[in-house]
């Protein structure tokens, strides 16, 4: 059998280790189970909440090409964490005569396999619903009692370190500045304005 890999890690916050990791474990179950390895499609810092994903685009329009058998996943919730999207893409690859697999979930090919993945998806799902539940949580929470969220921090504001509390710190722009930026902010051309 031939077959590519695809990986895939969420945000910024994780590394480059999570792909390497999950390739790592692909080649090794390809190794075990006589899958010729073709090539790899990675996204980075792309959630499988949704498929606008360049690389995962680009492996389901070369599935049509016959090149290959078999899509290798570390985990099914690498493929996607939306079951609509899952059932969509597996059956375009079905109908191009690939089949995803799985490197960590063993997921047999009779009656069982299909609840079993049907569960799987459907996990990889909640999971990330109820992730988002707690981010917001965790979100407005941190704004009710004046703490930082991340982002740019508001001009002459700081954060202190130990609690995330945002405070007004002095002035640090000469009052001309405050000027210009007030009489724009009412549609004055700041260069109207002398000193600007």
Request: a positive charge.
């Amino acid at each position: 059998m031939k077959g590519v890999i695809y990986a895939r890690y969420s945000s910024d916050n994780q590394r480059e280790e999570s792909i390497e990791g999950q390739l790592r474990e692909c080649k090794e179950y390809a190794e075990r189970n006589d899958i010729m390895i073709l090539g790899t499609y990675i996204d980075r810092a792309l959630s499988a909440k949704t498929d606008n994903r360049p690389e995962f685009q680009h492996m389901i329009k070369d599935s049509a090409k016959g090149l290959f058998d078999v899509v290798l996943v570390w985990k099914l919730d690498r493929f996607a964490r939306n079951r609509y999207d899952s059932a969509r893409y597996k059956n375009i690859l079905k109908k191009n005569g690939v089949k995803v697999i799985s490197a960590r979930e063993n997921i047999s090919e009779g009656s069982e396999g299909i609840i079993l993945e049907a569960m799987l998806e459907g996990y990889a799902e909640y999971y990330s619903a109820e992730l988002s539940e707690k981010v917001i949580r965790g979100l407005t929470d941190n704004a009710l009692k004046c703490k930082y969220n991340g982002g740019t921090v508001p001009m002459d504001y700081s954060i202190i370190l130990t609690n995330s509390s945002i405070i007004k710190s002095t002035p640090r722009l000469p009052r001309w500045c405050w000027k210009c930026l007030r009489d724009t902010a009412r549609e004055r051309p700041c260069r109207s304005l002398s000193i600007c």
